[in-house]
Structure formats: structure tokens, C-alpha cells
């Protein structure tokens, strides 16, 4: 027991450590998720939920966007911890969760407790657990696809509800579609129809708070346009990428200079024993099959026919490769039942493990934090031009390069806000695709033009708020752009709108000030009148003054605009027309969460091997 207890303190410490110092930087945590959690955390720490990103493309929608995690449980970290050791915590938790769950369901699987230890390491150090740590909204598969496969085993219905709970909380769509694949595989004729239908139903109720949030904007984001076939298929495994998972990482490594960064995944290596351990009589083995059939995408002609043929409503999910990591749960517990039958399980087990340990340490996209310690500066919004090109030095080399820049979206942690640009997650409005995209292609004089509008750090830039002295009408978003980048259009003295011609009595803007997520704009006005509040517009605005609500509606393509009656105001924004349905459903999320699935994962977890319940006949090495 005290050495036990030891051995915890020291994870523990090491974990802490880790986290102080440390930084899992590379790729999406380094331009999405680590400066959407700088942001949220400071929400957070105020009692708010985080509504509202002022700092992406002139403001986004937060809560709503699955990339941010809003609702996931352990951002209670962010509470009272620095942001960056809660946010390198998100990714040791759930890589020893994991561990933990893996080691369940081998043990569930073999009855043999020191083979499930073995399996699990191999899954905790395999290249698709060590490439999530790249992505703040991947990693959290690496503990909920066990406990999903694990549920099956249990049979246990609240313990699969939780965990798709928890995957739509915290994950993205081809993740969790993977995740059903092969919980749908594994359960086939062995739970029953009532015990699926309770477990959606309480994955639906613990992911509300998500659902409720995204369904306000879907609607307006550029995820809601149906992807192309090739958009859908990019990442797809190729036959060379099929023989890492054997043999090595052919192709290198993450901080290797080179053209390897367009990968999804740095490497997805698992080892030589999973070709022995593809030798069971198991459903794993159609659950790697049917991984590995869709994992190809586009270099399968079945697939690649098939989605060229999908009605535009499913034209939603990306990136076959993320079909590895449910293929790598599969392979791992394959491989736990090969060593729980095989007689040189020590040998095989040294052959697994030492080549992972070596190329983990390769590929572990962690860095120390000082490099992206940044310090803050006053706001201002800028125009991101990239400086750094990628891929021609070492990443780590690289990303410190592009920190010190305040490359996009980075900058946001020393408080940087951006006026245009892609986004890099298709969480932007529609209408502010269609600036970017006419950005990109119109000549500087117009690039100009447009940056003014967006308040960026130009020469006569409209500032956050200004009275708009008239109106220029049009009919939809290719009038409005036209009438934008009329040569005669003058972004001081008009507006485009999708109203009637309007002229506003004199007035003027007494004050702006973003106070937590409600933004607060002063006005003083002779009659009615027009005001810009330089961030996108969305539905989802609600615009008071004295407890009245104003109407609001798109200017200049995606900016804010809100009519004003007569008289002197505060005019108080906030986004998220459904607050209280969000904080209810938050509620009941965590009730849930905490009512029926931790205190039974711990008792099951804390089971010994000896006391596991295995119906009989099942299959696998006990058949």
C-alpha cells in the first residue's frame, strides 16, 4: 500500500510538473483551442459562461462552438488554475483515463490483470493517442472510446450514456461517429434495443447544454453548407500510412523539417505484435475491418463512390484518418488477448513497448511554456499576414517563432484581436466567409477598404462603435458585396443594409466598453439613428436600452447594426437568445454526470480481475 500510495504521489508530482512548465503546442491547440481557453477561462473566473470571442474575426460565437468545449466538466481547472496548466491537464487526465479505461476492458476481455496492464501502456504510448495530444477536442477519446467499449462489456447502459455524453460535449463528429461504429459492432446482439435507447437518451440530456447553444447559430455558420467530396475525404489513410501501423513511422517525425505537417495525425504506429494479435477469434476484428475500410476514404473506391452520392444534410463530417484511433482501441485489444494466450508474453511485451516509448518521446508535441509566455498588450485589432512559413524548420522551432509573431489565432493570449481571416474550424458566419473570400481575391485598395470596415489597424478605420449618418440598400449578401466595393462607396458616410434607405437624426456615440461578455455602447441621439458595433453579426444579438429591446440586423455585409430611438441610452449587447435554456440544461448535464456515472465507474474500475462478471460463451480467447 505505501508503495502504491509512492508511486501515485510521484505520477502525481510529475503530472504537476508537467504542467507547470510545459505546453502541448503543436497544430489546433496552438491556433484554436489554447486561445479559445485563454478566453473562456477569464469568463469563467468571472462567473459568466463564455458567450461571446471578441477577438476571432471580429468577435465569434463560444458556447456554441464544439471546438471550444464550454460545457466539458474539467474546465471547473480553469477555475483555479493558471490557464495553461489547466489546459496541459485537459491532456495528462485524459491520457491516464485512458490508461485506466483500457485496462478495464482488457481485463474485461482476458480476465488477466497484468496483460491488461501491458495493453493498456501500448494504447497510452501508440501514435494515435500521442497525435491527439495535438488537439484539445481529440484527446478526450482516448479515455471515452474505452469506457464506451467497456460499458459494452458491463452492459451497463448509464455508463455508455455518459460516455457519448461526454464525446458531444468534448469531442467532434468523426470521432464519435467512429466511436458508434465500433460500440455498434462490439454490442451487436448483445444489448439489448430498450438499454441502446436509454443510453442515447441520456447522452442527449448530459450533451444538451452543447446542443441547445450550437442550434442557435447553426444555421448562420459556414458548417452549415454541405462539404465537398474532397473536402470530406482529405486525410484519408493511404496504403503506406496502413503499414506504419505494423512496421514504424515511415515518414518521420513531428519535429523533423519537412512537408509532414499537412498529416492529421504525426504518426499512428501501434507495432509488429498487432499482426499476431489479428489472429483472435473476436469482434475487434471486424471492428479494426470496418475501421480501416472507412479510415481510407478517399483511396477506397467504395467509399469514395459512396460519398460522392450523400444527400447534402450528411455532407458534414471530415478526416477519415480519426478513423485510426477506434482502429487502434480494436488493435489494442486484440493484441491484450494475444498476450493473455501467448507463452512468451514478457518477450512479445518488451517487442511492443520499447520501440513505442522510443518514438513517443519523437513525437510528443510538448514543449516548455516560456517560449508562449507572451505578454499582454493593449486591445487592438489587427490583420493577421503570415510571416513564418511552416514546415521549414523543426516544429518546435517553428511554433516559437510564430508565438513571439502572435501568429493567428495565438495572439489572442496577449489580448490581439483579429479583423479578417479564414477560420480555421468553419465556426464563422457565412457572412463573414464571404468577406474573407472577397478579401482574398479583391486588389490591395479594396484589401484596404475592407480592413477599415473590420477596425483593424489601419489608417481611418471605423472604430468599435459609430453612428452610421445612412444607408445603402440591398437585397442579399452578392448586392451587399457589390455595393461594398462600389468604387464610390465611402464606409464614413454610409452603410449597406438590407432595409429601406435610412438617414439618421444627429447623434453620436458616447462611449464603448466590453465589460466581461457584455458589451456596452453609450449613445446620444436628436431622433432615431443607426449605430455600427464593429463585430459580426448573428441572430443570436440582443441589443437593450432600459430593459427595450432594439432591433438589430447585418451592415456592410457582417457587421453589427442596431437602430436607436430618440434620447440618451446605454445600449447593452449580449449574445445567446437562449441563456436560461443553456444554464438549465448545463444543470441536469452535470446532475446526470454526477448522479450515475462517475460513482459507478469508480466502483467498477476498483474491481478486481478476479471478480469481473463475463457472461458466457463470448467471444474471443475465452470462446
Not at 436509454?198 to 452543447?210: G, K, T
Not at 489472429?279 to 471486424?286: H, L
Not at 477560420?423 to 475592407?450: G, I, T, W
Request: proline share 7%; aromatic share 10%.
Amino acid at each position: 500500500m505505501i508503495r502504491k500510495m509512492a508511486g501515485a504521489a510521484a505520477l502525481v508530482s510529475a503530472a504537476l510538473l508537467v504542467s507547470w512548465h510545459g505546453f502541448f503546442f503543436f497544430r489546433d491547440n496552438f491556433t484554436t483551442h489554447y486561445p479559445m481557453k485563454v478566453i473562456s477561462s477569464d469568463a469563467f473566473r468571472g462567473g459568466e459562461i463564455p458567450w461571446w470571442n471578441v477577438h476571432d474575426f471580429g468577435g465569434q460565437p463560444l458556447a456554441g462552438n464544439p471546438n471550444a468545449l464550454t460545457f466539458y466538466p474539467d474546465n471547473l481547472l480553469y477555475l483555479f488554475l493558471p490557464a495553461h496548466v489547466a489546459f496541459n491537464l485537459h491532456f495528462l487526465l485524459h491520457l491516464a483515463a485512458g490508461f485506466a479505461a483500457m485496462r478495464a476492458l482488457c481485463a474485461a476481455r482476458t480476465g488477466d490483470a497484468r496483460t491488461a496492464t501491458v495493453a493498456a501502456t501500448i494504447w497510452t504510448l501508440s501514435g494515435a493517442v500521442v497525435s491527439t495530444t495535438a488537439f484539445y477536442n481529440l484527446v478526450t477519446a482516448v479515455a471515452l472510446l474505452p469506457l464506451a467499449l467497456l460499458a459494452v462489456e458491463r452492459r451497463s447502459w448509464r455508463l455508455l450514456g455518459c460516455a457519448f455524453g461526454l464525446l458531444l460535449l468534448g469531442s467532434e463528429p468523426t470521432t464519435t461517429l467512429g466511436t458508434a461504429l465500433a460500440v455498434a459492432v462490439a454490442a451487436a446482439g448483445r444489448i439489448r434495443w430498450q438499454s441502446i435507447a436509454a443510453a442515447v437518451l441520456l447522452a442527449l440530456a448530459i450533451a444538451s447544454p452543447q446542443i441547445v447553444a450550437y442550434s442557435e447559430i447553426a444555421g448562420e455558420l459556414e458548417r452549415s453548407v454541405p462539404m465537398s467530396a474532397g473536402a470530406m475525404l482529405a486525410t484519408s489513410l493511404t496504403p503506406s500510412r496502413v503499414a506504419e501501423i505494423f512496421l514504424w513511422p515511415l515518414q518521420g517525425f513531428l519535429n523533423d523539417a519537412g512537408g509532414l505537417r499537412q498529416r492529421l495525425f504525426s504518426t499512428i504506429f501501434v507495432g509488429i505484435i498487432a499482426i499476431p494479435a489479428l489472429w483472435t477469434r473476436s469482434r475487434y476484428v471486424i471492428i479494426a475491418a470496418v475501421c480501416l475500410f472507412f479510415a481510407l476514404g478517399g483511396n477506397n473506391p467504395l467509399v469514395a463512390a459512396a460519398v460522392n452520392t450523400l444527400p447534402d444534410p450528411l455532407r458534414i463530417i471530415r478526416y477519415p484518418e480519426k478513423l485510426v484511433l477506434p482502429l487502434t482501441a480494436a488493435l489494442v485489444v486484440l493484441i491484450a488477448h494475444f498476450l493473455a494466450r501467448t507463452r512468451y508474453r514478457r518477450t512479445w511485451s518488451v517487442i511492443a513497448i520499447a520501440p513505442l516509448v522510443w518514438t513517443t518521446a519523437r513525437a510528443l508535441p510538448i514543449d516548455w511554456f516560456d517560449p508562449y509566455r507572451v505578454p499582454e498588450k493593449p486591445p487592438l485589432r489587427v490583420h493577421w499576414n503570415p510571416t513564418i512559413p511552416p514546415g521549414r524548420v523543426p516544429a518546435r522551432t517553428e511554433y516559437r517563432r510564430r508565438a513571439a509573431a502572435h501568429d493567428w489565432m495565438f495572439g489572442a493570449v496577449a489580448n490581439l484581436r483579429y479583423g479578417i481571416g479564414r477560420s480555421p474550424d468553419n465556426m464563422h458566419s457565412l457572412l463573414s466567409r464571404a468577406v474573407a473570400e472577397r478579401f482574398a481575391a479583391v486588389p490591395p485598395p479594396l484589401k484596404e477598404r475592407y480592413l477599415r470596415i473590420a477596425g483593424c489597424n489601419v489608417p481611418d478605420a471605423l472604430p468599435m462603435a459609430a453612428v452610421v449618418p445612412s444607408t445603402l440598400p440591398a437585397g442579399g449578401i452578392v448586392d451587399a458585396i457589390r455595393a461594398v466595393e462600389a468604387p464610390g462607396f465611402d464606409e464614413h458616410r454610409a452603410a449597406v443594409a438590407p432595409m429601406a434607405p435610412f438617414r439618421s437624426a444627429a447623434g453620436r456615440v458616447t462611449g464603448y466598453a466590453e465589460d466581461g461578455q457584455t458589451i456596452r455602447v453609450g449613445v446620444e441621439a436628436a431622433g432615431p439613428l443607426l449605430v455600427l458595433v464593429n463585430q459580426t453579426f448573428f441572430e443570436g444579438w440582443t441589443a437593450r436600452s432600459a430593459g427595450v429591446e432594439l432591433e438589430t440586423l447585418p451592415l456592410n455585409v457582417d457587421r453589427l447594426g442596431v437602430v436607436v430611438p430618440a434620447g440618451t441610452h446605454e445600449i447593452v449587447l449580449t449574445f445567446g437568445r437562449r441563456r436560461a435554456a443553456v444554464v438549465v440544461c448545463w444543470v441536469l448535464s452535470m446532475v446526470l454526470l454526477l448522479g450515475s456515472a462517475f460513482p459507478r465507474l469508480v466502483e467498477k474500475l476498483d474491481r478486481r480481475t478476479g471478480e469481473i462478471e463475463r457472461p458466457p460463451h463470448e467471444d474471443g480467447a475465452h470462446v
